[in-house]
């Protein structure tokens, strides 16, 4: 049978009663009011031009007799602390305050023990290790016990990580770099590239700069954060279904601040079909039939170059199509160097793109005739056009109005060079071409005759013309009657 005793009664709570129906808190009296340290400076100034009562009745006359007299011995120790009031209230960030306390005071850790947390913080930040809140707290609680202080006397939390950051000026940072070298030896290293490139342009002759950077392209790129309504645990943000896309851009630029055609480069699908492959590599940029009739308007339209693969990314073939296009038909290609900053990135330097950067070397020369052998005359008042043959007839041009001559991008390696004919004789000149580009010449003028080294451009001069018939010999004869 349950009891029906009465239950005891809550005991009523012990504490400060709730106040329900009126202001917690009074309202200020503004009874004691502080000058900050700009009034403070103004009282000064009018003291020294017109005296304290002066001042009294025209900044504070409306106080009564005490607090006058209170006020004008204020005046004489704000005079007596001039040079102090005088820098505050030259400052805009600290003229509007009213009193003033040095770094450090009224801190738990005294500032030994804080400069030693300075010390450890710096000493961590050269040598690129991140420094946390938590990792501060654990060496400020470690500080703490040296000094004898317990957990209750100092606890680290986020009022004294505070204090500490702005006593020292410290802040939290995000991190904007990642790396095993330090800021310092990247500039080492720029400085060192800089008089390379100085170095290179000086003893070249350069005069044209280019610098290539690629970079992705994202299709769609939403912010991170956006506001949203608390407690929710999902936030959704609605994007275009193209987050994951990319493309890859080339841009290029030179010295002078022209920017030259940007170079595209789109994901498309691939032909299961290798001959199609090859035919849309070699005719199309890597695109099918049909696409191709929308990307070649756009390209042209745009004034880009757009190629195509499955990855969209940079690739050697696409690196050969890129020197190419930009430096195959350089006006002053055979008299002028020109230098490419690229990234060394594995498609961009590949064995294929550093030969064709080698394989530029250009032969030229010109063809002339002293004065013991008679010029060609043509109709046009210039020289009559020569066959020039390079190797034995492995690549052969014809010389110019004026008898120059030019081979363009020959690789490496020994080569002859000699001029076909059928009226003059001319030298044949031994070529060596170093892997670096530099062009050394040996001319052979007859059979059995020494070598001579020339210098390049090549100036070929007849050494005689030919002739097909012995000239006859006119006999002495005396006419007369014997």
Known sequence: MESEAPRAARRPSTGRPVFKNWAKKRPKQHKNTVADYRERKAAIDHYELFGVQSTLDSMYGRLAPDARETKRKLIYSWVANRPLIERMASNPRTATMKCRRDLGTGTTLTAEAEEQLVQWVKGMRADGVPVTYSMLRIMALEAAIDLGLSEDEFRAGWHWVDGFKRRHGLSLRARTRIGQQTPEDGDEVLDDFAKRVQEIVAREGIDIIYNAD??????????????????????????????????????????????????????????????????????????????????????????????????????????????????????????????????????????????????????????????????????????????????????????????????????????????????????????????????????????????????????VDALAQVQYFQVRQVENTIVGRF
Not at 277 to 283: A, F, G, I, M, S
């Open 214 to 459: 690629q970079t992705a392209v994202n299709y769609e790129y939403l912010p991170t954060k956006t506001l949203n309504k608390k407690g929710e645990n999902t936030v959704w943000v609605k994007c275009g279904g193209k987050t994951k896309d990319r493309m890859t851009a080339m841009l290029l630029a030179d010295n002078s601040g022209t920017k030259h055609p940007l170079f595209l480069i789109l994901r498309t699908s691939k032909s299961k079909i290798k001959a199609v492959v090859q035919e849309n590599l070699t005719t199309r940029q890597g695109f099918g039939k049909r696409l191709w009739e929308s990307v070649e308007p756009m390209q042209a339209a745009n004034g880009v170059v757009i190629h195509g693969n499955p990855t969209a990314w940079w690739n050697a073939s696409i690196s050969m199509q890129f020197l190419k296009y930009h430096f195959s038909e350089r006006h002053d290609r055979a008299t002028k160097k020109v230098m490419l900053i690229w990234d060394d990135f594995s498609a961009h330097f590949t064995d294929e793109v550093t030969a064709y950067a080698k394989e530029g070397a250009t032969i030229e020369g010109r063809i002339s005739y002293p004065a013991n052998v008679p010029p060609p005359v043509s109709i046009d008042g210039g020289l009559p056009s020569l066959q020039v043959v390079l190797d034995g007839g492995a690549r052969s041009t014809l010389s110019t109005h004026d008898g120059r001559f030019y081979f363009y991008d020959v690789p490496a390696g020994r080569y002859t060079v000699d001029i076909h004919s059928p009226v003059y004789i001319f030298s044949q000149f031994k070529v060596d071409i170093s892997t670096t580009g530099d062009i050394r010449v040996l001319e052979f003028k007859y059979p059995g005759t020494p070598k001579l080294a020339v210098s390049h451009p090549l100036v």
